[in-house]
C-alpha cells in the first residue's frame, strides 16, 4: 500500500497546497491591508465575494469555477486561447480551487489582525514621512506577523484538505489531480480498506504535526 | 507666521459641538494650549498633522499653504514635516531605540546626536517594552525632533510621568525647543506645566478659545496686584482646629499653608492651585550665605 500511487498523491497533495499557500498569502494579505487600511467604494461586495466560498459548499464553488475557467468557461475560453493554459483536469485546477476556497480563511484572519494593530503607530508612521505601503511593510505587517502567520496556517490547512472544489474542476485522476483526500475517497469507494487507513492515517498525522507547528509559533507574545 | 483657521464637529460627551478657532503663531515660539479634557485640543494637533481633515478651514504655515477648504489643498500627513509627539508614546515596539531614530531619518549622525543630546545612548539598542515611562519619552521627543519639523506638536506629553521626571523632562523640552528653533505648540491640562514652559497660553472650553495671551495675565487676571504668586499642587490637606493645613508642591519645594473652610470646600488634594500674597518683603541673597 506505501506503493507509487501513495507518493504521488502525498507528493501532489503538499504541491498543491504550497503553490496555492503561496498565491493566498500574495493576494490575502493584500486584500485584508486593503479592506482594513483604504476607504473604497464597493469595499463590501468585494468582501463577500471573497467570503462566499467560506460558507458555500464546496462542489457549488467548483461549479462556479467551471463556469468561470473552464474550456468554455468566461475566462477559461481566453486562457486557452491566447495562452494555451487550461485549469481542467490540470493539477493547477487544484491549486486554483484550493486558492479560492482558503483565501476568505487568509483575509479574515490577517485582516482582524492588521485592524488589531495601534493606530497611533500607523499614524506616527505617517508623520514621521512613510507612505501608506511602506508603513504597512516596516510598521503594519510586523506588528501583526502572528495573525498573518495564523491565517497562513489555516489557509494551508484548508488547502490540503480540499476535496469538492478540486473534484468538480480538475477531477480525480490519478498521478495528476488526485491528491490525499481524492484518493482516500477513490479508496474507500473501491473497498480499499487498508490503502483507506494508510492514506488516513498519514494525511491526520501531517496535519496534527503542522497544527503543533502553528501552536508553537503563532501563539501570541504574552504567553512565551 | 503659521495660521491655522478651522471649523470641525466633535462628538462630546453631551453631544455634537463645533471645534471652531483661528490662532496665529509666531516662528520659533512655544504656545501652550489647556483646557477640560474633550474641549477639543488633540483634534487641533491631529489637524495640523493631517491625520484628520477639517470641515473647513485653512492652515498656512510660513509661505506653504498645508491645507485650504477653499482651494481644495490638503497637504498628506508626509508631506507636512510635522514632529507629533502622542500621548501613549507610540514608539514601534519591535523596533530598538536607534531604529526608532532611524526609521525616521537616513542621517545617522544626527540620530548619534540627538541620542546624546537626551542622554540615551546607552540605551540606544533596548526595545521600547524594557524602558520606563520617562525614557520612552525621552525616545518619542528625540524621534518627533529627528526630522527637523516645522511643527513640534506635543499631545499631554509629560503627564504620567513623576514630578522629578517631569521637571527634568520639561528641561529637555525647552533645551530642545530652543537649539533647534522649533516651533511648539504643547497641549496639557497640567496649568504649572504650561506656566513653566509657554510663552503664550490659548485655554479652550467646548471647541472655542475663552483666553489667549500671556500665562500670568490669564489665571492672574482679576489678581494682578499680588506681589508674589506660584502655581503648585495639592499633597495633603489635615485639619488643625478650625483650619486646615495644606502641604503644596511648588517645583521641587513643600510649603505649609493654612486653609480656611471656605477654602477647604474648593479646594482639594491632587489640584493646581495659584498662591499669591500681597504683603511680602522678600530677602534676596546670593545662594549659600545665610538668610
Known amino acids: ?224 | 507666521m503659521i495660521a491655522l483657521e478651522m471649523r470641525k464637529e466633535l462628538v462630546a460627551a453631551d453631544g455634537p459641538m463645533w471645534l471652531d478657532l483661528a490662532i496665529e503663531l509666531k516662528e520659533g515660539s512655544l504656545i501652550g494650549i489647556t483646557g477640560p479634557s474633550g474641549a477639543g485640543k488633540t483634534t487641533i494637533l491631529r489637524a495640523l498633522s493631517g491625520l484628520l481633515t477639517p470641515e473647513s478651514g485653512r492652515i498656512r504655515v510660513g509661505d506653504e499653504l498645508w491645507y485650504s477648504s477653499d482651494l481644495g489643498v490638503n497637504l498628506r500627513p508626509q508631506q507636512r514635516e510635522v514632529g507629533l509627539l502622542f500621548q501613549d508614546y507610540a514608539l514601534f515596539p519591535h523596533m530598538t531605540v536607534r531604529q526608532n531614530l532611524e526609521f525616521a531619518t537616513r542621517d545617522r549622525r544626527h540620530v548619534d546626536e540627538l541620542l546624546a543630546l537626551v542622554e540615551l545612548e546607552a540605551l540606544a539598542d533596548r526595545f521600547p517594552e524594557t524602558l520606563s515611562n520617562g525614557q520612552k519619552q525621552r525616545v518619542a521627543l528625540a524621534r518627533a525632533v529627528v526630522r527637523r519639523p516645522k511643527l513640534l506638536l506635543l499631545d499631554e506629553p509629560l503627564s504620567g510621568l513623576d514630578p522629578q521626571m517631569r521637571r527634568r523632562l520639561q528641561d529637555e523640552l525647552l533645551r530642545l525647543h530652543r537649539r533647534f528653533e522649533l516651533t511648539t505648540i504643547l497641549v496639557s491640562h497640567d496649568l504649572a506645566e504650561v506656566f513653566r514652559l509657554c510663552e503664550r497660553v490659548v485655554r479652550l472650553e467646548r471647541g472655542m478659545i475663552v483666553a489667549d495671551g500671556d500665562p500670568w495675565q490669564l489665571v492672574d487676571e482679576h489678581e494682578t496686584s499680588h506681589k508674589f504668586s506660584f502655581i503648585g499642587e495639592v499633597v495633603d490637606i489635615r485639619p488643625a482646629d478650625v483650619v486646615f493645613l495644606a502641604v503644596v508642591a511648588v517645583g521641587q519645594q513643600l510649603i505649609e499653608l493654612v486653609l480656611t473652610a471656605d477654602d477647604r470646600l474648593r479646594i482639594d488634594v491632587g489640584q493646581q492651585v495659584l498662591i499669591g500674597s500681597k504683603a511680602f518683603n522678600p530677602v534676596v541673597k546670593p545662594v549659600g550665605e545665610p538668610l
Open chain 1, 1 to 224: 500500500m506505501w506503493d507509487a500511487d501513495f507518493t504521488t498523491s502525498l507528493r501532489l497533495s503538499i504541491q498543491v497546497a504550497c503553490v496555492a499557500t503561496l498565491l493566498v498569502a500574495v493576494v490575502g494579505l493584500g486584500l485584508a491591508w486593503l479592506f482594513a487600511t483604504i476607504p473604497f467604494r464597493g469595499k463590501e461586495l468585494l468582501d463577500l465575494l471573497v467570503t462566499l466560498p467560506l460558507v458555500l459548499p464546496p462542489t457549488v464553488v467548483g461549479y462556479y469555477l467551471i463556469v468561470l475557467f473552464g474550456r468554455e468557461g468566461v475566462i477559461g475560453f481566453w486562457l486557452d486561447h491566447w495562452l494555451g493554459i487550461s485549469v481542467t483536469f490540470h493539477w493547477s485546477g487544484a491549486v486554483l480551487a484550493s486558492f479560492v476556497v482558503a483565501l476568505p480563511l487568509m483575509v479574515k484572519t490577517t485582516r482582524a489582525a492588521l485592524e488589531a494593530v495601534d493606530s497611533n503607530l500607523i499614524a506616527a508612521a505617517y508623520t514621521l514621512g512613510h507612505s501608506r505601503l511602506e508603513t504597512a511593510f516596516r510598521v503594519t505587517f510586523p506588528l501583526a506577523r502572528r495573525g498573518i502567520f495564523a491565517g497562513l496556517v489555516l489557509a494551508f490547512a484548508r488547502a490540503i484538505g480540499e476535496f469538492g472544489a478540486t473534484l468538480m474542476l480538475a477531477g480525480n485522476i490519478p498521478g495528476k489531480t488526485a491528491t490525499m483526500p481524492l484518493s482516500i475517497f477513490s479508496a474507500a469507494a473501491s473497498g480499499e480498506w487498508s490503502r483507506t487507513h494508510a492514506y488516513v492515517v498519514v494525511l491526520t498525522a501531517f496535519s496534527a504535526l503542522f497544527l503543533a507547528l502553528a501552536n508553537r509559533y503563532g501563539r501570541p507574545p504574552e504567553s512565551n
